[in-house]
């Protein structure tokens, strides 16, 4: 059962113009969600991140929006570059000031920005 | 300023072989992380070590043993590498409690023939 879902392996977008990426959970538990970059042959590098107790955190270009009642967030990017191609992952954690903290994955979105 | 190192980067192995990935950090976090990452399935939890001298199982740990050598150190280990276990294998690391941030090492890319 996944319980992070990114329903869009794929995005295109338009250099200048904002991208939306999606992001779907089914734990009500997970109280924290984090947006990660990933270019190929590298590992992830941390982008955003939001807690449960806000609807939204904003840095720079990027916003993350959060929806509980609808267990849905999502990532803005506005102006979106060239240099934002990549695969971004949604990801999911409860128990976020404990021991045994772990993240839970999307299946991630291929984010490809045209000049 | 390495952060986290993964070696290697790049295995070749034949099915029944063994071998192990070594991760270390130099961040002086508490957690550590091994995750694989396979085409159309994210990332997904091998292994975790909450602090030396604890691991857990995460969601796929079948065919994989883990040792937490110290601090710093987090090991990954294939006893008989199937076919199946072909991926790229991460690394990561987390330091404060209260923040949900994981570092990456760069990846491990595994091809089992």
């Known amino acids: 059962d996944q319980q992070v879902k990114q329903n869009s392996p794929s995005l295109s977008v338009q250099e200048g113009r904002i991208s939306i990426l999606n992001c779907d959970y089914t734990n009500s538990m997970f109280d924290y969600f984090l947006w990660y970059k990933k270019y190929p042959a590298e590992g992830p590098t941390f982008l955003i991140s939001?807690?449960?107790?806000?609807d939204k955190n904003e840095d720079g270009r990027f916003t993350v929006f959060l929806n509980k009642s609808a267990k849905h967030l999502s990532l803005h990017i506005v102006p979106s570059q060239p240099g934002d191609s990549a695969v971004y992952f949604c990801a999911a954690s409860y128990n976020s000031g404990g021991s045994n903290y772990k993240l839970t994955f999307g299946k991630g979105t291929l984010l490809t920005v045209n000049p | 300023n390495a952060g986290v190192t993964q070696t290697p980067k790049f295995q070749v192995l034949k099915t029944g072989q063994s071998m192990t990935l070594q991760c270390a950090q130099d961040?002086?976090?508490?957690?550590m992380y091994w995750y694989r990452q396979d085409p159309g399935m994210g990332l997904r939890l091998i292994y975790y070590s909450a602090s030396e001298g604890t691991t857990d199982k995460g969601e796929v740990p079948n065919g994989y043993n883990v040792s937490r050598l110290n601090k710093r150190e987090f090991s990954l280990r294939l006893e008989s590498a199937a076919p199946s276990q072909t991926s790229v294998y991460f690394c990561?690391?987390?330091?404060?409690?209260?923040?949900?941030?994981?570092?990456f090492g760069e990846g491990s890319r595994l091809t089992v023939l």
């Open positions: 990561a690391s987390k330091g404060q409690p209260n923040t949900g941030e994981l570092f």
């Open positions: 939001i807690s449960s107790i806000k």
């Open positions: 961040m002086n976090h508490n957690s």
